[in-house]
C-alpha cells in the first residue's frame, strides 16, 4: 500500500524501522518522531513506513543482508526507498539537528529530498553504491564446495577448522569476550566453545561467568537483557527478549553439566522461572514476545536501576558504575566464580533484596504471540528440562507447543503471528523453530507425533524456501515491489543463531532419528552450501560452525546412569 501511495503521489518512502526492546527506538517517539519540523518535512514529501523489527521479522532480515546493521544502530534504523522499492540512502537514528561535522536527521532528509527532486547525480550514485555493496555481500554467502560426494566431509571438516580459526581470531585477549565490540548477549558462541575440548570449555566458562556476572543479567529476577551498547557487556539495553533468553538459559544448562558449574544451573533455572512467570500467557500458555525497553529516565524510574538503591553492604552484588543496576563482583577463576558456595550466597542475597525490592517489578510486557519466538522457548524448555531432569519444564512445553501448533499452523504452513497483518506464512524462522521445538520434543519425550510434525515442516521448508541446497528467508511473493531484495539466505548469527543454522541441526537430528535419507542428503546439500562463508562471516559464523561440527559428529549411544553428565563429557572436540 505504502509503495502503491508513493508511486500515485510521486513521493519518495520513508523507512523507519524500530523495536519495542531497542531504548534508541523509545527515545525516537520521544524524539524525532514528536518533533514538528521533521514531521512536516516526512508528511511533505514522503509516505512514511513504520516497521516493527519483531512484527516484520522477514522484512528486517532482508535489509540487513547477514550483517548486524541493525544491531549496530542500536535497533533502529531510518531508509529511504523510491516507489519501486530501489534504496536511496540510510540514516541512524541521529540528533534532529546536527552541527558543522555531524549532520543531523533533518539535514539528511531535507538534502535527499531536495537533491531528488533536482535529479541530482549524488543520489542515484548513493543508491547504485547501496545496491553493489548489497550484492556483494550476497555473493560472499554463495561460496558452494565443488568437491564429489566422497570428499564432502573431509572439505567439510577443513572448512570447519579454517571458520574455528577466523573466530578465535577475534577473541580478547582473556578470551572472555570478543575484542573492541560488543559481544554479542546470545547463544551460538558459547554453544560452539563447549563442543571444542578443554580449551574451548575453559573459553566457554569465562564468556558465560562474564556475561551472569554483568549488568547484562537481571540479578534480581532472572533472564538477559536484550543487547549491549559496549564491549565487555557493559550498558545494557533494559529490554528482554523471550526467545533470546530461553536459549541461552539452555546453554547455561548444558555449560552447567560439562564445567561441574551450579551457578550456571542457577542461572538457567531463573530464566526459564522468570519467562514462566512473567512472560506466558496463562490462558494460551504461550510467549510473548518480551519486556519493552526500560529507559534511566522514565516517569517511575528504571525497574531494575531501582531495585539496585535496596542493596545493602556485604552482599555479592554491587552498583554498576555506568548503569546503577546490579551486578556481581568479578571472580577470579572460573571454578570459583560458580562454585556451590558462591551460589548460595548470590541465592541468599538475591531473596533478601527481592523482598524489599517487591514493588519494582518490571513492567511492559509485549504481548505479541510469534511463532519464531514460541518455538525458541519451547526448544529450550524441552532441553533444559531433559538436562537438568526437571519435569515441570517438560510440562510446561509440552502445554506450549500443543498450544502453538493450534495458533501458528495453517494446513501445514506455519504463520508468523498469532493475529493480525503479520499472520502469512511466507517467513522461513517460523518453519524452522516450529520444527526444532518438534524435534527437541521428541528428543526429551520420544513422543513419535512430535517427530512426525518435524518431518512435515522439515518438507514444507524444503519446498517453500529451498533450492538445491539454498535457503532464502522469504518468499519472494512477499516482497515483489522490492528491487533491492536479494533473497537473503540467512547464514550470518544475528545475533541469534542463523536461521540456517537451526536448520542444519534439526535435518541432521531427523536424519538420525529416521534414517531417512533424502533428509540426509538435504543437510549435506545445506552445508555444503555455506560452509566456505564461515571464514568471512566470522565471528558471526558461530550457529553455522555448530551445525556443521554437529552434521561431522558421529552417532554414539551411551548408556549409563549418568547418561546425560556422560553424553556431555564426550562431545566433539573442535580445535580453537
Excluded at 515491489?481 to 537473503?488: A, E, F, H, N, Q
Aim: net charge neutral; glycine share 6%; charged share 20%.
Amino acid at each position: 500500500g505504502a509503495f502503491r501511495q508513493a508511486e500515485r503521489e510521486r513521493k519518495l518512502v520513508l523507512v523507519a524501522i524500530t523495536s519495542p526492546f531497542s531504548e534508541v527506538s523509545r527515545l525516537m517517539d520521544l524524539g524525532q518522531f514528536s518533533d514538528p519540523e521533521f514531521a512536516f518535512i516526512v508528511n511533505s514529501h514522503f509516505v512514511p513506513v513504520r516497521v516493527d523489527a519483531e512484527e516484520a521479522a522477514d522484512f528486517t532480515l532482508e535489509i540487513a543482508l547477514n550483517t548486524p546493521t541493525l544491531e549496530a544502530a542500536g535497533g533502529a534504523l531510518f531508509i529511504a526507498m523510491e516507489p519501486d522499492g530501489r534504496i536511496l540512502s540510510t540514516s541512524l537514528p541521529v540528533a534532529l539537528r546536527g552541527n558543522p561535522w555531524v549532520p543531523g536527521l533533518v539535514d539528511w532528509i531535507g538534502d535527499l529530498k531536495r537533491n531528488y527532486a533536482a535529479g541530482n547525480a549524488t543520489v542515484r550514485e548513493e543508491s547504485q553504491r547501496l545496491q553493489r555493496e548489497r550484492e556483494r555481500l550476497a555473493a560472499l554467502i554463495w561460496q558452494p564446495l565443488v568437491v564429489r560426494d566422497e570428499e564432502l566431509k573431509a572439505a567439510l571438516a577443513t572448512s570447519l577448522r579454517v571458520g574455528i580459526s577466523a573466530m578465535a581470531a577475534h577473541f580478547s585477549t582473556d578470551r572472555s569476550a570478543l575484542r573492541d565490540v560488543p559481544s554479542p548477549i546470545s547463544a551460538p558462541i558459547p554453544e560452539l566453545l563447549l563442543l571444542a575440548g578443554p580449551q574451548g570449555q575453559s573459553t566457554a566458562g569465562a564468556w558465560l561467568l562474564r556475561l551472569r556476572e554483568s549488568a547484562c543479567y537481571d540479578q534480581l529476577w532472572g533472564g538477559f537483557f536484550a543487547a549491549s551498547r559496549e564491549p565487555n557487556w557493559q550498558r545494557p539495553e533494559f529490554a528482554k527478549q523471550s526467545g533470546r533468553s530461553a536459549l541461552l538459559a539452555e546453554t547455561y544448562a548444558r555449560a552447567s553439566l560439562i564445567l561441574d558449574a551450579p551457578l550456571f544451573e542457577a542461572t538457567a533455572r531463573e530464566t526459564l522461572d522468570f519467562l514462566l512467570l512473567a512472560l506466558r500467557d496463562a490462558g494460551s500458555h504461550l510467549f510473548a514476545a518480551g519486556l519493552h525497553a526500560a529507559l534511566l529516565t522514565d516517569k517511575e524510574g528504571n525497574p531494575y536501576v531501582r531495585a539496585a538503591a535496596e542493596l545493602s553492604t556485604g552482599t555479592p552484588f554491587v552498583k554498576d558504575s555506568l548503569t546503577g543496576a546490579l551486578r556481581l563482583g568479578t571472580s577470579a577463576t572460573v571454578p570459583s566464580g560458580t562454585s556451590q558456595q558462591r551460589t548460595n550466597s548470590i541465592k541468599r542475597a538475591r531473596e533478601a533484596i527481592l523482598q524489599a525490592a517487591a514493588g519494582s517489578q518490571p513492567r511492559g510486557r509485549a504481548n505479541e504471540l510469534y511463532a519464531e519466538v514460541n518455538g525458541q522457548a519451547i526448544s529450550a524448555l524441552f532441553n533444559v528440562g531433559r538436562l537438568l531432569d526437571e519435569p515441570r519444564y517438560i510440562e510446561a512445553a509440552e502445554q506450549a507447543y500443543t498450544s502453538a501448533v493450534r495458533a501458528f499452523v495453517v494446513s501445514g504452513d506455519v504463520a508468523h503471528a498469532k493475529s493480525g497483518r503479520f499472520r502469512h506464512t511466507g517467513y522461513l524462522g517460523s518453519y524452522v523453530w516450529m520444527a526444532r521445538a518438534a524435534m527437541d520434543r521428541y528428543i526429551a519425550t520420544g513422543n513419535e507425533d512430535a517427530l512426525r510434525d518435524a518431518g512435515k515442516f522439515l518438507g514444507r521448508i524444503r519446498v517453500l524456501f529451498g533450492n538445491a541446497g539454498r535457503y532464502r528467508a522469504v518468499l519472494r511473493s512477499r516482497y515483489p515491489y522490492l528491487r533491492s531484495v536479494l533473497g537473503v539466505e540467512p547464514v550470518a548469527d544475528l545475533p541469534d543463531e542463523a536461521l540456517c543454522a537451526t536448520l542444519l541441526r534439526t535435518l541432521t537430528d531427523y536424519w538420525r532419528a529416521t534414517g531417512n535419507a533424502e533428509t540426509g542428503q538435504a543437510a549435506l546439500h545445506l552445508a555444503r552450501s555455506y560452509a566456505q562463508a564461515t571464514e568471512d562471516l566470522a565471528p558471526r559464523a558461530a550457529g553455522m560452525l555448530r551445525a556443521v561440527a554437529l552434521l561431522l559428529e558421529p552417532a554414539v549411544v551411551i548408556k549409563s546412569s549418568r547418561a546425560v553428565e556422560d553424553a556431555a563429557a564426550t562431545a566433539r572436540r573442535l580445535p580453537i
